[in-house]
Every structure is written in C-alpha cells, then in structure tokens.
DNA sequence: CCACTGACGAGTG
DNA sequence: GCACTCGCCAGTG
C-alpha cells in the first residue's frame, strides 16, 4: 500500500509541490489522505522518495507530533528547488501545486 | 482479533 | 479566516 503512494510521490516534479489529499487520489484512493502521510512517517532517511514535496491543503509543511528538524530541512529542500514561501510559512499551491498531466513540468521545453 | 493512533481533507457555522 | 466535527483505514501493541 505504501509503495503506491511513493510511487506517486516520485512522480512529483522539482520545484513543484503536491498535496496528501493529491498523492491520495493519483495514488488511487481519493479521500484516503491520512494514509499518505502515514505512508511518509513510516519512510526512512534513505528512502528514495521526495518526500519534502509533499504538504498539507493548506500549502504548509506538516510533520510529525512535537517539534522535529525534518520540517526545516524539507522548508529548505523545497527552496532549493525553487519553491517559495510567503510570509506565513506557506506555499501559494496556485503557483506551486503540481498539475499532472500538464505541459507545466518542463518549463525549458518550449 | 480489539482498541488506539496518526505528515489530513472537506464541510459547516 | 478560524474552530469544530466526521470520515478514512493501515500500523502497532
């Protein structure tokens, strides 16, 4: 079950952010969004998923309970990539949220 | 097998 | 926009 929804996670392009609600219905089961993020807090350090693009409906970076380190490093993973934040914290999904199937993916291409 | 838990989402007031 | 409620179901003890 877990692995469908790293599978769907991979797929989520650089600099480019997915929500759990996203990754539950790409996955193929819409509506199971908990099960997305409790697929990532089973995943491992070394796990060959971008788990750092993946963030709540409301374009935040959500984590596991109590104060963690993780989030920092996904905030500064996701910048990296190009992702901005706005002065709450969060991520304006209208300009950031993944659309699969779009022609967004490769901006170059043109 | 039963109960509780948990990186969430959408709807309502 | 914020607070509250219900639904969802795999993992863990």
């Known amino acids: 079950m877990r692995e469908r929804i790293y599978a769907v996670i991979q797929k989520i392009p650089a600099g480019q952010v997915a929500t ?49 380190a993780a989030d920092l490093r996904q905030r500064l993973r996701l910048e990296a990539e190009g992702v901005v934040f706005d002065a709450q914290g969060r991520i304006p999904l209208e300009l950031f949220r993944w659309r699969p199937g779009s022609r967004i993916e490769v901006e170059k291409a043109d």
């Open 20 to 68: 759990y609600g996203q990754v539950a219905a790409l996955a193929g089961i819409p509506g199971h969004a908990r099960q997305v993020g409790y697929a990532l807090s089973a995943l491992a350090e070394g796990s060959p998923v971008p788990w750092h693009r993946v963030v709540n409906a409301r374009g935040e970076i959500s984590l596991r309970s109590g104060g963690s």
